[in-house]
């Protein structure tokens, strides 16, 4: 089967195809013909030599781990899904998934059936980012109705689906993006945007509940600012550093680290949501399988509204 593999960490260039056996689904296994394969900034750090790339150790492995696609084969013991399928999931996370592969096969508990009212791209485009923004509000930090939330960075992968998924829940939603994209969060949910080239948010949004930083650095030190003590501060990219850490505690606020992990029955709830027309995924570009390094090259912009999707089927 054709897949997309790197030899050496470095730029976009080290991507090339290759020709590798197809898997064989172990007992509790699915073995997924990948149609769309989502791209996330994870995808590019593993690639430089940062990311993952602690968990998958030195080149050469298989990048990516948002797939949809069609169960091909179950393996013994598996019960909740069978041939033909189609199924999303986020398979294997942190771990080598290789969803730049025409196959993967993982525990079946790892996919959930797709949306039934949009495509291979879209569906492709949710695990990873989606699940981040639901474990994030919903076992994390527990989100409740009526509390104000700041997501950083409202119009990326995870940001649209915080917003949506934080609106859903029934909270008081703000988001900071650039101001061609307000428009945009505001008709998928945003009560407040603000414009960070041209306003301090902590000028226009104290009070908040929870901070989602999907920024990191002084994005997340700032943010302990406009948070009401017992509030909490999700510290996406980078964690909670020393500082961070200090400046929480001074005023009252917790600092929490994130890390996303497999999860086929929230993809459950999200594909229900998608489907009652609650939850909007929002796809920039889809890429064809021959153009991986462009798909890499935008998600390094750091400018994506949305998601960005490779086709991985012919
Ligand atoms: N720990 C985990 O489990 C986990 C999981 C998922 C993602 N992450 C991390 O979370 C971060 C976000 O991921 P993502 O997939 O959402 O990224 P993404 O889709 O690439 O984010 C792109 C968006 O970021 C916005 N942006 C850039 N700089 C900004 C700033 N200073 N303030 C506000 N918005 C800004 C851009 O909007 P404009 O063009 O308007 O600036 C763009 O729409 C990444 O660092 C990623 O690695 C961590």
Request: glycine share 12%.
């Amino acid at each position: 089967m054709r897949a997309i593999s790197q030899n050496e960490f470095g730029g976009p260039e080290v991507l090339h195809e290759i020709d590798i056996p197809r898997p064989e689904p172990a007992p509790t296994e699915v073995l997924v013909r990948v149609v769309s394969a989502g791209i996330n900034p994870v995808d590019a750090k593993t690639r430089a030599g940062g990311g993952m790339a602690g968990v998958l150790g030195q080149p050469p492995f298989v990048l990516d781990w948002d797939v949809s696609g069609v169960v091909e084969e179950v393996g013994f013991g598996v019960h909740t899904l069978k041939p033909g399928d189609e199924v999303y999931g986020m398979p294997w996370f942190p771990r080598q998934a290789g969803g730049f592969s025409e196959y993967v096969t993982a525990p079946s508990r790892h996919f959930a059936l797709n949306p039934s009212t949009v495509d291979f791209d879209a569906a492709a485009a949710v695990p990873l980012a989606g699940l981040t923004a639901w474990q994030i509000l919903h076992d994390a930090v527990h989100i409740k109705t009526g509390q104000r939330v700041l997501i950083h960075a409202a119009a990326g992968g995870v940001g649209h689906f915080a917003v949506q998924f934080a609106k859903v829940a029934g909270a008081h939603v703000t988001g900071t993006a650039s101001a061609a994209k307000h428009d945009w969060l505001r008709d998928i949910g945003a009560d407040q945007v603000i414009d960070y080239r041209s306003t301090r948010f902590e000028d226009v949004a104290g009070d908040q509940d929870i901070v989602v930083d999907l920024i990191g650095g002084e994005n997340a030190l700032r943010s302990i600012q406009v948070t009401k003590p017992g509030g909490i501060v999700v510290a996406v990219p980078g964690g909670v550093s020393a500082d961070l850490a200090a400046a929480a505690e001074k005023r009252g606020v917790s600092a929490i680290p994130f890390l996303v992990e497999p999860d086929g029955h929230a993809l459950t709830e999200i594909a229900a949501l998608i489907d009652a027309g609650k939850v909007q995924v929002e796809v920039e570009q889809v890429f064809l399988f021959s153009e991986i390094a462009a798909a890499h090259q935008r998600q390094e912009s750091g400018r994506a509204q949305g998601k960005l999707v490779v086709r991985v089927a012919p």
